[in-house]
C-alpha cells in the first residue's frame, strides 16, 4: 500500500547550486566577479504544484501503472519519469496489457514513450501529438528534464528517485505553471536514497541543490580543443597559457610529438584536417547501432554503443519487431 505525505508547492529554482562559481569558472573571469550579476528568483507566472511523496513501493511500475490509467480516466495529460530506458518500456508493456485486461485499449493509444535514442522526427511527432492531445501521457526518460517545451501539464511522476535534486527539481517543474499541478514521487523499495526520501520528505523541500564542478585543465578535453584551436587559428606560443591554462604548454609539448600540432618558425602552433570531429566529451563511441523494424524497413531507434564495447561493424544493425 502506498502512503501519501503531501506539500503544497510554489515555482522552486531548478538549477546548479553554484551558478555565479561555475559562470565565472566557465567564462575564464574568476578574477573578474564584478562583471556577473547574479539573479536568483525569477519572475516569471507560476501556478504552484502539489507533491504527493509516496511510500516506497516493491512494485513500482504497478503503481505507477494504475495511477497513469486513472489520469487517463480523467482525461488528465502527464509525464512519467523513469531512470532508464529499460524501465520505460516495461512501464509502457504492462500499461497496454493491463489497459486491455480492463477493456479500454484505446486509452493506452494516448501513451507514448520518449527517450534520445529515437529518432528525430519521432521524438517531435510525439511532443507534437501531446499539443493536440492525441497523446495524453509521456513516458520519458531524463531526455524530457529540460531543454524541450512541453505544453502545459496536469501531471508529473517521477518513478524513483533520479540521483540529484538538480534533476528532481527539473522533473518537478513540468507541471504546475499555468494552473496549479500535481506531482507524485513514487520511490522504490530497492533503492536506500529512495526509502531515505520516503522517510524523510522535508529533506527533498529543504536541502540545497547540488553544486556543479569541471576541469578545464584536463588534459584530453584540452588536448582536444588545443587542435582545434591551432587549425582555425594559429597560436601564439606567448599566448598559449593565456588562452588555454597553465598545464597548456605540457599539452600542446605531447600533441607535437604525436605530429598532431606543428610549430611554425615564427613560434606559432598550427594545425591541420578537421579534428574537430573526433572531439567527444560523452561517455560513448560514435558508432550508431541501428533498431529497425523488420516490416517497414523504417529506423525506430539510433544508439551509440558505450565505452568498451566490441565493435563488430563501422555501422551495427539489428531488427526487431516494432
Given at each position: 500500500m502506498v502512503i501519501p505525505t503531501h506539500y503544497s508547492l510554489s515555482a522552486k529554482r531548478a538549477t546548479i547550486g553554484n551558478p555565479q562559481e561555475m559562470a565565472l569558472r566557465l567564462?575564464?573571469?574568476?578574477?573578474?566577479?564584478?562583471?556577473?550579476?547574479?539573479?536568483?528568483?525569477?519572475?516569471?507566472?507560476?501556478?504552484?504544484?502539489?507533491?504527493?511523496?509516496?511510500?516506497?513501493?516493491?512494485?513500482?511500475?504497478?503503481?505507477?501503472?494504475?495511477?497513469?490509467?486513472?489520469?487517463?480516466?480523467?482525461?488528465?495529460?502527464?509525464?512519467?519519469?523513469?531512470?532508464?530506458?529499460?524501465a520505460v518500456k516495461g512501464l509502457m508493456g504492462l500499461i497496454q496489457r493491463e489497459a486491455q485486461r480492463q477493456g479500454f485499449s484505446s486509452k493506452a493509444s494516448s501513451v507514448a514513450v520518449f527517450y534520445s535514442s529515437l529518432t528525430s522526427d519521432r521524438r517531435q511527432e510525439i511532443i507534437q501529438k501531446l499539443r493536440t492531445g492525441e497523446i495524453k501521457v509521456i513516458i520519458s526518460t531524463s531526455s524530457l528534464e529540460a531543454g524541450i517545451d512541453l505544453p502545459e501539464l496536469d501531471c508529473c511522476l517521477l518513478r524513483g528517485f533520479p540521483g540529484s535534486l538538480m534533476s528532481f527539481w527539473q522533473r518537478v517543474g513540468r507541471a504546475g505553471r499555468k494552473q496549479h499541478g500535481l506531482v507524485i514521487y513514487l520511490p522504490l523499495a530497492q533503492n536506500p536514497i529512495d526509502v531515505y526520501y520516503a522517510k524523510n520528505p522535508e529533506q527533498l523541500l529543504s536541502k540545497e541543490i547540488e553544486s556543479a564542478a569541471f576541469n578545464p585543465d584536463y588534459?584530453?578535453?584540452?588536448?582536444?580543443?588545443?587542435?582545434?584551436?591551432?587549425?582555425?587559428?594559429?597560436?601564439?606560443?606567448?599566448?598559449?597559457?593565456?588562452?588555454?591554462?597553465?598545464?597548456?604548454?605540457?599539452?600542446?609539448?605531447?600533441?607535437?610529438?604525436?605530429?598532431?600540432?606543428?610549430?611554425?618558425?615564427?613560434?606559432?602552433?598550427?594545425?591541420?584536417?578537421?579534428?574537430?570531429?573526433?572531439?567527444?566529451?560523452?561517455?560513448?563511441?560514435?558508432?550508431?547501432?541501428?533498431?529497425?523494424?523488420?516490416?517497414?524497413?523504417?529506423?525506430?531507434?539510433?544508439?551509440?554503443?558505450?565505452?568498451?564495447?566490441?565493435?563488430?561493424?563501422?555501422?551495427?544493425?539489428?531488427?526487431?519487431?516494432?
Open positions: 567564462g575564464g573571469r574568476t578574477d573578474q566577479p564584478q562583471r556577473l550579476h547574479l539573479i536568483e528568483s525569477s519572475g516569471a507566472h507560476s501556478a504552484g504544484r502539489t507533491l504527493l511523496c509516496l511510500a516506497p513501493s516493491s512494485a513500482a511500475n504497478v503503481d505507477a501503472c494504475k495511477i497513469i490509467l486513472s489520469w487517463l480516466q480523467h482525461d488528465l495529460s502527464g509525464i512519467v519519469f523513469c531512470n532508464s530506458r529499460a588534459p584530453t578535453i584540452l588536448g582536444k580543443h588545443l587542435e582545434c584551436g591551432c587549425v582555425e587559428s594559429a597560436v601564439s606560443l606567448q599566448e598559449l597559457n593565456r588562452r588555454f591554462g597553465y598545464v597548456a604548454l605540457a599539452v600542446a609539448d605531447s600533441l607535437l610529438q604525436q605530429n598532431k600540432l606543428y610549430l611554425s618558425n615564427n613560434g606559432k602552433l598550427w594545425g591541420k584536417g578537421y579534428p574537430h570531429k573526433d572531439v567527444n566529451i560523452r561517455s560513448t563511441l560514435n558508432t550508431q547501432i541501428k533498431l529497425v523494424d523488420k516490416h517497414t524497413g523504417e529506423t525506430i531507434e539510433s544508439m551509440s554503443l558505450p565505452l568498451g564495447a566490441t565493435r563488430f561493424s563501422e555501422v551495427g544493425q539489428k531488427t526487431s519487431d516494432r
